[in-house]
């Protein structure tokens, strides 16, 4: 009996407690300073108390080497089971053309091509992933550029492909910067809406700073005003704030500001953060970017600081999050990289891609839809096989089965090669979740 490969176990932070943590086995506790050391000892060979040996073997952190790889081998086959029944998220991009003139912005490269999105392209769209995946359950996320730009043409064009979109039965995700949402009420209010993406960087002056129309005129009171106009309505809002060194000290700011309006008081209302980093071309000063852990460092202090954010915002921590609001462990996760398993994504040229962060990149297609159906499979099956059991990196990882391979475009951007490793801090982040949901 040895100890397992896949426990998590560290200290707490601010604190001389210890977490140990098994998702293959879907244990988790907390060990005094007395047991933390006895663990500590036993990794160096000394003997264990038979009391609390017979504890850590109880709870899978002790284990017999063949009886957990076959375990894993079971658990393995059970997600890949599951994730055949997952949702399918299926991306559209009716244009890469946008109003706005964000400091970050990395699809400003992208050529908004002079061919225009017509009814017969998005019938050609639906017909593909109505036939492709006629067994999925599946909703629609329109994406852009700005889907929503303002203009009699461009209302023609997003109405019907919403009309389509119910006709097929299928709920839409829009994600939009949120300028015109006013303008656009009165299409969404009758759409089958799911949520609505909407991004502020801050207060005004800060948000202000950062995402601009071309002209360089603000745009923080229009969005306002949309969020205000879709919780009206009965659109469901996820509050998106993108967040590097510039504006991470707005989050107070913003919190109190959505807690003020109501916002938070909704039970359509959500947020999330996401963290600004190098993607394709942008962000050539480095220095404004944040890492995956100095991020939720400063958040980490943020919150102890300014409590009021966690009615705003709930940082994940990795899984701490979910197993102080669950109870127990999430599911080993096998794979986080969505491509061509749960989410597909396609914009008006006719093109197949993997996933938003690949979609408009002509290197990346997967194939197209129209004029003519057409795949290159050798590429689809790389990231259909893409997981922690394919990843060289993962094989010797104890946290693998809650990082689960990371993000394969930043993977394959890093290391040209799409069945690599995007690492994620996943023990310093339940450092700093143990600390924050269970003091």
Known sequence: MILSKHNIFSRIADSDNYFIVNLLNGSADILAPDEAAMLLDFQKGKELPADFRESLTAQGYIVNPEEEARLYQSTYLDFLDARDDDELQIFFVPNYACNFACTYCYQDEYTNNHQHLSVEIIDA?????????ASRKKYLTIFGGEPLMNSPKQKEIITYLLQQARAANLEVALVTNGFALVDYMDILKDAPIREIQVTLDGTSYMHNKRRFLKDGSPTFNNIVEGIDACLANHLPINLRMVVDKENIAELPALAAFAIE????????????????????????????????????????HLVKEFPHILEFHKPAYSISKFLF?????????????????TEWAFDYTGTIYSCTATVGKADEALGTFYPEISRKQDLISAWENRDVTTIPECADCNVQLACGGGCGSIAKNKNNTICSADCRPVTNLLELGFASYFP
Do not use: M, V
């Open 325 to 341: 609001e669950n109870g127990d462990l999430p599911h080993p996760l096998f794979d986080s990289c969505p491509a061509c398993k």
């Open 125 to 133: 769209f639906f017909n593909y992933i109505i036939t492709e995946f």
């Open 261 to 300: 309006k109501g916002w938070t008081e909704s039970d359509i209302f959500k947020t999330q953060l996401g963290r600004n980093y190098e993607l394709h071309h942008c962000q050539a000063d480095a220095q404004n970017l944040f890492s995956r852990i100095s991020l939720y460092e400063n958040i980490y």
